[in-house]
């Protein structure tokens, strides 16, 4: 069974940058997708951006395009959401995903699902 937990969320300014990590274990083949979705209180969950085994990134939210990235590292079975320049409107809980398949911004294709962790930019 996979599981991923995410961490390093907080609170911070305008203007600053967080990076959001999310182990994962439990993988039984090699290629698989972790997708990044965000979700803020009383607005529809976005699929912010995805991530393969490979190495491959989408950034599908254009409102983070320039500011967000993503990146792997395999020997620790992590993968990260660097957000730079954060807004008042990135303020949402954050959460990744796998599944075996590809990445994509449809959430259903997305089998495990983390309990997401908090991000709060004030203004």
């Known amino acids: 069974e996979v599981q991923v937990v995410e961490s390093g969320g907080g609170l911070v300014q305008s203007g600053g940058s967080l990076r959001l990590s999310c182990a994962y274990s439990?993988?039984?083949?090699?290629?698989?997708?972790i997708g990044w979705f965000r979700q803020a209180p009383w607005k529809e969950r976005e699929a912010v951006g995805c991530?393969?085994?490979?190495?491959?990134?989408?950034i599908y939210l254009d409102s983070v395009k320039g500011r967000f990235t993503m990146s792997s590292d395999n020997a620790k079975n992590t993968v990260y959401l660097q957000m730079n320049n954060l807004k008042p409107e990135d303020s949402a809980t954050y959460s990744c995903?796998?599944?075996?398949?590809?990445?994509?911004?449809?959430?259903?294709?997305?089998?495990?699902w983390g309990q997401g962790t908090e991000v709060t930019v004030s203004s």
């Open positions: 439990g993988f039984a083949f090699d290629n698989w997708a």
């Open positions: 995903a796998t599944n075996y398949h590809f990445c994509s911004a449809y959430a259903p294709y997305f089998d495990s």
């Open positions: 991530i393969t085994s490979s190495g491959g990134t989408t």
